[in-house]
């Protein structure tokens, strides 16, 4: 079973900038970089050597972040231009794109309080109610990211899932078709996106011509899935809400350190330790069952 969960990031709200405030910013941060090295050369045997010397590595380090966020930046802007080719009304509804300049590599999200907060969309895939995988990423939505799951999966594992639950978001007709070639033995169930009934003659027709002409893997899913053998093997999918609220009482609701490495093995820590608390509990049911 796959599914994301948001998980908010160390990055305050306060930390994102624009165009212009990143600029300001960033001049800043220069200025007080050259003026930290000048202190420096002037004085390199003084008694404030090594404070200035950790200023110094410290405002490099801001220095660093911020050139990532302007590159960062300049990469959303593009995705946005990108977006209003197709969805020019919905894209000019929507503010310029912001970055974090304390971790550029995150996304304000919409988490589950209903509050906007930079935040990383963490993907797990679960089996038996352990945790098979965990992959933090900045995608607001889980669209697309199955079969990079999948690939986790089986390199971890050493052989891809037989079965793989996955709810609407999550799972694209595209990547059926992908998995299917790449993993024949792989069953999906994912619900079939609903269609409007009141549409026209020519919809219904141009919906049945295409219909006829789908993929092999797309026919057998959607037959699968209207199957009631196939919603109940999908009922299963919720359990692994159940893995997300156990690894969020247990501090998972918000990540103590910034960039996509260090929360990636934060992520890992969490896995394991759910994992072993999940192992140490299916042992002491079994022992205490008559």
Known sequence: MIDGTKVQARAGRGSLAKTDRLTRIAVQVGKHVAQLRHELEADPLGPQRRRRQRALRAAEEQEMRLRRARATLGQ?????????????????????????????????????????????????????????????TDRRNDSGLATDLVAQIERRCGAPPSRLLADATAMTQDEIVSLAEHCPGLTIYAPVPA???????????????????EPAALRD????????????????????????????????????????????????????AHNLMHAHWMRAAVAAAP
């Open 221 to 272: 899913w959607r037959q699968r899935m209207a199957s009631a053998a196939g919603q109940m093997v999908y009922r299963r999918r919720k359990l692994t809400e159940h893995v997300h609220a156990r690894m969020k009482n247990r501090g998972f609701a918000r990540m103590p350190v910034h960039g996509r490495a260090k929360v990636r093995v934060v992520c890992l820590l969490h896995a394991l």
């Open 76 to 136: 959303r802007e593009d995705e946005q231009r990108e977006r209003e080719r197709s969805h020019a009304k919905a894209e000019a509804a929507k503010a310029a794109p912001a970055v974090s300049t304390s971790d550029p590599e995150v996304r304000s999200m919409k988490l589950a309080d209903g509050a906007t907060r930079p935040a990383w969309n963490v993907q797990v895939a679960t089996a038996n109610g352990f945790v098979v995988t965990i992959e933090p």
């Open 195 to 213: 269609e409007r009934d009141d549409v026209t003659a020519e919809t219904r027709r141009k919906r049945l011509w295409q219909r006829a002409r």
